[in-house]
């Protein structure tokens, strides 16, 4: 599978990103948090990449990492765009940004190259996971703002098309024995716990910054969005849990029809 670059642009309000899901703020907030960590999460993937990639032998998987490199950027840039908006809304999205910068800087400087690219497959394949839900569960962004959901469709959609450019990376220059399995595994235990803490820790502080009507609500809603229906976290254990076979590899899950809906999110961009 070789990932496509696409520029494309969605041009959201800042009302729009302050509120758009149906489920009410806290839900809300808790994705826009995951917006907030993009930026300087797609250039650490890209730094944690490009690093090896004189190492790589493969010409295809040398043209993956390119194309890769290039749909991470504009991912990057459409969030960064997003965030903007959520400071023009009045939420303090450029100072929690500047606090998640600090903390991917630490992780290059304290992390080894080979253990920053095992969180950047970790973090791959969760993103992944989630995608592959939104994709797959109308209920999971329904009633949304039509260009709020089409950006997230967008950078699903296009997680799961290079869900294994990372990953095929990391095998390329670890190779798959007990090593390089040890720690891929610890890579991923301790991506999802940092990763939960960070995204929650964002969500408290936008909802406290919320000063409209109910934009410190919406908890129970959440809760019960996440663990019961349409219950997010219950669908994504067993796949969360399936990274930790020995013989694992993002492909394994071959869901790549669901990329057909990309045409259909190219010609609303460009509308």
Known sequence: ???????????????????????????????NAMSLTFPEGERYFIHTVRH???????????????????????????????NRRLDEAGLPAAQLQAFVAGFFDVLKRYLPPE????????QEH?????????????????????????????????EIEHKA????????VMGRGVRAYALRAAGMVGTTAAFLALVLGLQARLMIA?????????????ARFMWVSP??????AKPWLEY??????????????LLTQLDEIVLRAAA
């Not at 969605?10 to 839900?27: C, D, K, Q, T």
């Not at 450019?165 to 390329?172: E, F, G, I, L, S």
């Open 52 to 82: 090896f990639r004189e190492r790589i032998r493969s010409p295809e998987l040398v043209k993956a990492v390119t194309a890769f490199i290039g749909q991470e950027a504009m991912h990057g840039r459409e969030h960064e765009e997003y």
């Open 1 to 31: 599978m070789l990932p496509t670059r696409r520029d494309l642009r969605f041009r959201i309000g800042p009302e729009s990103a302050r509120h758009w899901h149906v489920e009410g703020a806290a839900l809300t907030h808790f994705v």
């Open 115 to 122: 253990a920053q690219l095992s969180t950047t497959i970790a």
């Open 165 to 172: 450019v990372a990953y095929d990376v990391y095998q390329a």
């Open 126 to 158: 969760f993103t992944a996971i989630i995608a592959e839900a939104l994709l797959t569960d109308p209920q999971l962004i329904d009633g949304a703002d039509p260009k709020v959901a089409s950006l997230w469709r967008w950078h699903a959609l296009e």
């Open 244 to 257: 930790f076979k020995p013989g694992f590899h993002p492909w394994q899950n071959d869901n790549r029809e």
């Open 210 to 222: 919320d000063r409209r009507p109910g934009g410190r609500g919406g908890l129970a809603r959440m």
């Open 231 to 236: 219950g997010l976290w219950p669908r994504l």
